[in-house]
């Protein structure tokens, strides 16, 4: 038995056939097919409306009465591949398309049942199939070879189904054993609205991803094929934003548009395959204490227990997780895509506040909160964010030839590199004081690196103390430490936005269903405190953020150039696990401490911060004893340099002094 399947019970209004390709489309009433090796696929309902394919020659002996004897195609569905035939065309080409195909790791051989052959010949009835493209095909255990009718040649090559002469096309469904996705989702035909899917197989959601194959990249269409997540805060045009939260997703119908960054991604070929689950309104929520609403997903990394934090949670973890995904598009305020990031061993970057289109996101703090991306490969992260967060040309820096040591050779190069590297022992302290061997590993694997990137550029770190800088330069005209000044101006800002950004969603859902909202422990908080925090506070906080902005970017970054670039530490001496439970926020508040919160000088000073990872080290863990963790670093530079912080690291990839990509599952890398 070849597979079988199975009509998906749900029911869609919309009957218009899919006439667009590629496969994004829309059904009435789905097929999923199964394969023996326990594969799955969804069968668009729809044909493409080309018309009726040709029967060209059957492959198979069967008893003469048996019409495929003459070619012709079975009543029932049955896997299919297009693939392009030139005039010129042989068993050799052929032989090269179909191993390309194989290649890909998303297409399966008996796909190749079927072989569907799109002609450049305007009259297919004088086209004779050689004895050797034959004696190919039927090492491959094709049955049938059919044609596409004339006009629909502009089909892409890859897999489909067919039912009877008709074309269907095709998604993979994936499981989501991380339980990383609210709702994957299909972009419906001629439009940019997309439609949730929801089919369980084995406990699990599946993930309808289509092929690669489909996806030709083109100059106009250069993320084509790009299968992007989005964070549940991320208006989908179709979809339902739940923020994570029952009583938000009650009270609002789908989503009337897409966010800005979105079609972005779409207008650059990109396939949106879901939402993926964060901490309610994208707070600190902590698993087990705090995810009430839905359950947090899984951290792949490690032991398998280890919080994957957040907000951006799902849409790290599948990356983390599943080599389907290719880029995750989540947000962040203080560090909700480099968190999860960091602790899961992933490139993220921040952008720099100024090239941050938050429209159809939703708000935490207006003028700090900025999409986010995280991905596996450092090239893919540089050449994404160059398309989406489009930067100024800055001057180029005095630093303008490489030192003879380099890769290079000591020859100028065609990017922007900083002529300083400082280091800041504010955060690197507790690394370098603590004796654990788990410390003494880390602190290793970072020096190998500002080793590494000293060595890439020419240039020795710069040790500073910023605490220590900002009583020198006295940037506030007072004797504040910085800790001191800084001490409530985040979280002033926070509690308020929280607490003002959400007060419609209060009184809408009070309107509606005649009680207040439920929300999580951190949000009630949140609210709490925002709601106490006078106009004046506001007023203070803005000022002291300003002026601290204006310090760090002219004082220690030395412009809004790529003059210089800062490192700190963006990974944990020790592991947080899932089953942690922490205090009632209400109750036990921490302190702010500014030395604990590395990524908040990029979010308070608006500039672009990546994180890297740069390694990875063994960790006790309290369920399989030991475990290998990923280490990661933040880096900051300039406002407006994202393009030229991304290439950096790209760079260093490419001369193999960092390693470029990033492994799935327990281990970013490979171990030693």
Request: include cysteine.
């Given at each position: 038995?070849?597979?079988?399947?199975?009509?998906?019970?749900?029911?869609?209004?919309?009957?218009?056939?899919?006439?667009?390709?590629?496969?994004?489309?829309?059904?009435?009433?789905?097929?999923?097919?199964?394969?023996?090796?326990?594969?799955?696929?969804?069968?668009?309902?729809?044909?493409?409306?080309?018309?009726?394919?040709?029967?060209?020659?059957?492959?198979?002996?069967?008893?003469?009465?048996?019409?495929?004897?003459?070619?012709?195609?079975?009543?029932?569905?049955?896997?299919?591949?297009?693939?392009?035939?030139?005039?010129?065309?042989?068993?050799?080409?052929?032989?090269?398309?179909?191993?390309?195909?194989?290649?890909?790791?998303?297409?399966?051989?008996?796909?190749?049942?079927?072989?569907?052959?799109a002609y450049e010949l305007e009259d297919v009835r004088s086209l004779n199939l050689s004895e050797g493209v034959v004696s190919l095909l039927k090492g491959f255990n094709c049955r049938v070879v059919m044609s596409l009718p004339k006009g629909a040649r502009n089909i892409p090559?890859?897999?489909?189904?067919?039912?009877?002469?008709?074309?269907?096309?095709?998604?993979?469904?994936?499981?989501?054993?991380?339980?990383?996705?609210?709702?994957?989702?299909?972009?419906?035909?001629?439009?940019?609205?997309?439609?949730?899917?929801?089919?369980?197989?084995?406990?699990?959601?599946?993930?309808?991803?289509?092929?690669?194959?489909?996806?030709?990249?083109?100059?106009?269409?250069?993320?084509?094929?790009?299968?992007?997540?989005?964070?549940?805060?991320?208006?989908?045009?179709?979809?339902?934003?739940?923020?994570?939260?029952?009583?938000?997703?009650?009270?609002?119908?789908?989503?009337?548009?897409?966010?800005a960054v979105v079609s972005r991604l779409i207008e650059l070929g990109a396939v949106i395959i879901g939402k993926t689950k964060c901490t309610q309104f994208a707070s600190a929520d902590q698993p087990t204490a705090d995810w009430v609403d839905y359950h947090c997903p899984w951290?792949?990394?490690?032991?398998?227990?280890?919080?994957?934090?957040?907000?951006?949670?799902?849409?790290?973890?599948?990356?983390?997780?599943?080599?389907?995904?290719?880029?995750?598009?989540?947000?962040?305020?203080?560090?909700?895509?480099?968190?999860?990031?960091?602790?899961?061993?992933?490139?993220?970057?921040?952008?720099?506040?100024?090239?941050?289109?938050?429209?159809?996101?939703?708000?935490?703090?207006?003028?700090?909160?900025?999409?986010?991306?995280?991905?596996?490969?450092?090239?893919?992260?540089?050449?994404?964010?160059?398309?989406?967060?489009?930067?100024?040309?800055?001057?180029?820096?005095?630093?303008?030839?490489?030192?003879?040591?380099?890769?290079?050779?000591?020859?100028?190069?065609?990017?922007?590199?900083?002529?300083?590297?400082?280091?800041?022992?504010?955060?690197?302290?507790?690394?370098?004081?603590?004796?654990?061997?788990?410390?003494?590993?880390?602190?290793?694997?970072?020096?190998?690196?500002?080793?590494?990137?000293?060595?890439?550029?020419?240039?020795?770190?710069?040790?500073?103390?910023?605490?220590?800088?900002?009583?020198?330069?006295?940037?506030?005209?007072?004797?504040?430490?910085?800790?001191?000044?800084?001490?409530?101006?985040?979280?002033?800002?926070?509690?308020?936005?929280?607490?003002?950004?959400?007060?419609?969603?209060?009184?809408?859902?009070?309107?509606?269903?005649?009680?207040?909202?439920?929300?999580?422990?951190?949000?009630?908080?949140?609210?709490?405190?925002?709601?106490?925090?006078?106009?004046?506070?506001?007023?203070?906080?803005?000022?002291?953020?300003?002026?601290?902005?204006?310090?760090?970017?002219?004082?220690?970054?030395?412009?809004?150039?790529?003059?210089?670039?800062?490192?700190?530490?963006?990974?944990?001496?020790?592991?947080?696990?899932?089953?942690?439970?922490?205090?009632?926020?209400?109750?036990?508040?921490?302190?702010?401490?500014?030395?604990?919160?590395?990524?908040?000088?990029?979010?308070?000073?608006?500039?672009?911060?990546?994180?890297?990872?740069?390694?990875?080290?063994?960790?006790?863990?309290?369920?399989?004893?030991?475990?290998?963790?990923?280490?990661?670093?933040?880096?900051?530079?300039?406002?407006?340099?994202?393009?030229?912080?991304?290439?950096?690291?790209?760079?260093?990839?490419?001369?193999?002094?960092?390693?470029?990509?990033?492994?799935?599952?327990?281990?970013?890398?490979?171990?030693?």
């Amino acid at each position: 038995m070849l597979g079988f399947y199975l009509r998906w019970p749900w029911r869609s209004a919309i009957t218009t056939p899919e006439t667009v390709f590629p496969p994004r489309g829309e059904f009435s009433n789905p097929l999923v097919y199964s394969t023996p090796n326990d594969s799955h696929f969804l069968i668009g309902e729809h044909d493409l409306g080309i018309g009726r394919l040709k029967a060209l020659k059957s492959l198979i002996t069967l008893p003469s009465e048996d019409p495929k004897l003459k070619g012709a195609p079975s009543p029932d569905f049955s896997a299919a591949a297009v693939i392009h035939w030139p005039s010129t065309s042989n068993e050799n080409y052929l032989d090269r398309r179909i191993k390309y195909f194989l290649k890909d790791a998303d297409f399966e051989c008996f796909f190749l049942q079927t072989i569907i052959l799109a002609y450049e010949l305007e009259d297919v009835r004088s086209l004779n199939l050689s004895e050797g493209v034959v004696s190919l095909l039927k090492g491959f255990n094709c049955r049938v070879v059919m044609s596409l009718p004339k006009g629909a040649r502009n089909i892409p090559e890859g897999p489909y189904f067919v039912q009877g002469q008709q074309l269907h096309r095709t998604w993979k469904l994936f499981p989501d054993i991380y339980e990383a996705f609210q709702l994957p989702t299909i972009q419906l035909a001629n439009t940019d609205k997309f439609r949730p899917f929801t089919y369980m197989h084995n406990g699990n959601l599946m993930v309808p991803v289509p092929s690669r194959l489909h996806f030709p990249q083109t100059l106009d269409k250069p993320f084509n094929g790009l299968r992007v997540t989005v964070k549940d805060i991320i208006h989908l045009k179709g979809v339902k934003t739940t923020a994570q939260s029952r009583s938000f997703a009650k009270t609002y119908a789908d989503s009337t548009h897409n966010a800005a960054v979105v079609s972005r991604l779409i207008e650059l070929g990109a396939v949106i395959i879901g939402k993926t689950k964060c901490t309610q309104f994208a707070s600190a929520d902590q698993p087990t204490a705090d995810w009430v609403d839905y359950h947090c997903p899984w951290n792949p990394r490690g032991d398998g227990y280890l919080s994957p934090r957040g907000s951006s949670t799902g849409t790290c973890v599948a990356l983390a997780g599943y080599d389907w995904v290719d880029l995750g598009v989540g947000s962040d305020t203080g560090g909700s895509i480099r968190g999860p990031a960091a602790v899961m061993g992933l490139f993220a970057l921040r952008p720099s506040q100024a090239h941050a289109n938050m429209e159809g996101i939703l708000p935490i703090i207006q003028g700090i909160d900025t999409p986010g991306l995280v991905c596996r490969d450092i090239a893919r992260l540089h050449k994404v964010s160059k398309a989406l967060f489009k930067s100024p040309s800055p001057k180029m820096t005095a630093a303008g030839k490489i030192a003879n040591g380099d890769p290079n050779g000591g020859k100028r190069v065609d990017f922007r590199r900083p002529a300083k590297i400082l280091y800041p022992s504010d955060y690197w302290g507790p690394w370098l004081s603590n004796s654990h061997r788990n410390a003494l590993e880390q602190r290793d694997a970072v020096e190998c690196f500002v080793q590494k990137l000293e060595e890439f550029l020419g240039i020795d770190r710069t040790p500073i103390n910023l605490a220590e800088e900002w009583i020198q330069r006295n940037p506030a005209n007072s004797q504040s430490r910085i800790e001191v000044y800084l001490e409530d101006t985040f979280m002033n800002l926070l509690c308020r936005g929280y607490h003002d950004e959400y007060q419609t969603f209060q009184k809408e859902y009070r309107a509606k269903f005649g009680n207040p909202p439920y929300v999580h422990p951190v949000i009630q908080d949140y609210w709490d405190r925002g709601s106490k925090i006078s106009d004046q506070e506001i007023k203070t906080a803005k000022e002291h953020r300003e002026v601290y902005q204006q310090w760090l970017r002219e004082r220690v970054l030395d412009g809004d150039d790529f003059h210089t670039i800062m490192v700190f530490p963006a990974t944990s001496l020790t592991p947080f696990y899932r089953d942690d439970y922490r205090n009632d926020p209400k109750r036990y508040r921490q302190p702010y401490n500014w030395n604990d919160r590395a990524d908040h000088q990029s979010s308070l000073a608006g500039v672009p911060n990546i994180v890297v990872p740069v390694g990875q080290t063994r960790q006790d863990s309290k369920i399989t004893s030991c475990q290998e963790l990923p280490i990661a670093v933040h880096v900051i530079s300039g406002a407006g340099t994202d393009d030229a912080l991304t290439e950096l690291f790209q760079r260093m990839a490419e001369q193999s002094l960092i390693k470029g990509s990033v492994n799935t599952g327990a281990t970013a890398f490979d171990s030693a």
